[in-house]
């Protein structure tokens, strides 16, 4: 594990049908869904963000340039109406 930290203020959704992939592998190939908020703190702070698939970073790319997450997208479209649209 990298020496990334979570603060205890942040609130954290577990979606328990979905594992955090902690390799490596295709997830820097895509563009991943995260709460708009918390993308421009981490950009400014350089605090981690974790995707609805499980993937934890810190952006720093154009996300526009990459494909959607498939698990990401999954993951949303199952999301009940407003939950993801902060």
Known sequence: MSG?????????????????????????????????SKIVDSMVTGTPVTALCGKVWVPS????RYPVCPTCKEIYERLPSGEGDD
């Open 4 to 36: 990334t930290e979570v603060l205890p203020e942040q609130e954290t959704r577990v979606h328990e049908d979905v594992r955090p992939d902690t390799s490596h592998g295709d997830h820097e190939r895509f563009a991943h869904y995260v709460d708009k």
């Open 61 to 64: 790319r154009d996300p526009k």
